[in-house]
């Protein structure tokens, strides 16, 4: 197998090019509890020509994925301080788009995606309580066309695409044979048949967001909580490591976990397609973004995000052509893939498309009082208290 050439960006220097201050990495937490301690994978050990080395990562990432449902990645072929540099970009954008541009870029998550500028007033178009989350979203148009970008960013465009191109074409690609390895499936099988193609990031996005610190009514409204427990319903998310800690995982104990920061590492995780396609094998991850220990209260956390999509179109069926699953069966007790096997004795499953647009279109806010109500978008079950929802007829039940 061909090693994986590493990532060798447009230079930053180029004339033209607008001064960007370094972005330096906020101190990290003292706090030592509730951290969640998960396996890492090196990359780089898919291109060793030891077959041994290649099956005893293989066996490693069947454990990781089937136990935790997030994993670490590391040695992926970009390096800090290239990692670094985009993280500068993103914070000279917070730092430089103009209002003009945070009205004429607005998203509108009505239609199904998140495209365009998220102001720090909750996830409608329309302002509501201030959650201090301001994001970034790019999709196909806005890779297409500059003028549906922050302008302040146009300098930068060719960097920020190129390494799109190589977390989507290089890095998701091998993590996609180590999960096809993982079902026993030709090599290039996942990318082949389930990832959408096109454009740096296919039918996903690429994602800069912002997290500012909240006032006492935001805090109490919520109750901490940054984003819903939710699971990402595409197949990976490539997430990048960051010092402040908020990102937390549902651990099998039934516990939240913060997500430990690693420098230069990726957290992978596991959206919903992965889950189906797996019969259930594989767990999609639930995760929450949560108000960090109390010493990084006041910090600012930037986060860059990576959304890999399946193709719209296809209704999500488990791929019974994995020997895996035609010796084990199917994990019948899994979450989304137990919907969708109930769903589809019924009707038609739904299409990616409609399973990620309709999510997006009636995301609510974890300030929003009326909804997170019990009796409303809350049950409590066996003593725990459970966030509901129902999409096209199918139960998502989340841990708050
Ligand atoms: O910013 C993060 O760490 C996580 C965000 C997230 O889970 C999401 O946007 O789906
Ligand atoms: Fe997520």
Not at 50 to 65: E, F, R, S
């Amino acid at each position: 197998m061909v090693l994986a050439a590493p990532f060798s960006p447009p230079a930053a220097n180029l004339p033209g090019k607008p001064f960007v201050p370094k972005w330096v990495p906020p101190p990290v937490t003292k706090e030592t509890h509730n951290f969640a301690k998960l396996q890492s994978i090196d990359l780089s050990l898919l291109d060793s020509e030891d077959p041994t080395v290649v099956d005893k990562l293989i066996q490693q990432v069947k454990k990781a994925i089937r136990d935790d449902g997030f994993l670490f990645l590391e040695n992926y072929g970009i390096s800090l301080e290239q990692l670094h540099r985009q993280f500068s970009i993103a914070q000279y954008l917070y730092n430089n788009i103009s209002e003009e541009d945070k009205k004429r870029l607005l998203f509108n998550p009505e239609t199904g995606k998140w495209s365009g500028y998220k102001h720090p007033y909750g996830f409608k178009r329309h302002q509501g309580p201030p959650d201090g989350i301001e994001q970034f979203n790019w999709y196909k148009p806005d890779w297409e066309d500059i003028n549906r970008t922050p302008t302040c960013l146009h300098p930068f465009m060719d960097e920020i695409e190129a390494f799109c191109n190589y977390l989507t074409q290089s890095v998701n690609r091998r993590l996609l044979r180590l999960f096809s390895r993982v079902l026993e499936l030709p090599d290039d099988w996942l990318w082949d048949n389930i990832q959408s193609h096109g454009s740096p990031t296919g039918e996903g996005y690429f994602r800069h967001a912002l997290f500012r610190p909240v006032k006492r009514e935001t805090e109490e409204a919520s109750k901490g909580l940054r984003m819903h427990g939710h699971t990402d319903f595409g197949l990976t998310t490539l997430l990048f490591s960051v010092p402040i800690s908020c990102l937390q995982i549902w651990g099998r104990d039934e516990q939240w976990y913060y997500v430990p920061y690693k420098p230069g590492a990726l957290v992978i995780n596991i959206g919903d397609t992965l889950e189906i396609v797996s019969g259930g094998h594989f767990c999609a991850t639930r995760h929450r973004v949560y108000k960090p220990p109390a010493d990084q209260l006041q910090e600012e956390r930037l986060s860059l995000v990576l959304f890999n999509s399946s193709v719209g179109d296809l209704r999500m069926r488990p791929a019974t052509e994995s020997p895996l699953i035609q010796r084990e069966g199917c994990v019948e007790d899994q979450g989304i893939y137990r919907e969708f096997k109930k769903r589809t004795a019924k009707a038609d499953p739904p299409t990616n498309r409609e399973w990620r647009e309709i999510q997006i279109a009636t995301c609510t806010d974890p300030t929003d009082t009326e909804h997170n109500r019990i009796g409303v978008h809350q049950t409590v079950i066996n003593g725990k208290l459970m966030h509901q929802r129902e999409y096209m007829g199918m139960k998502v039940i989340l841990p708050v």
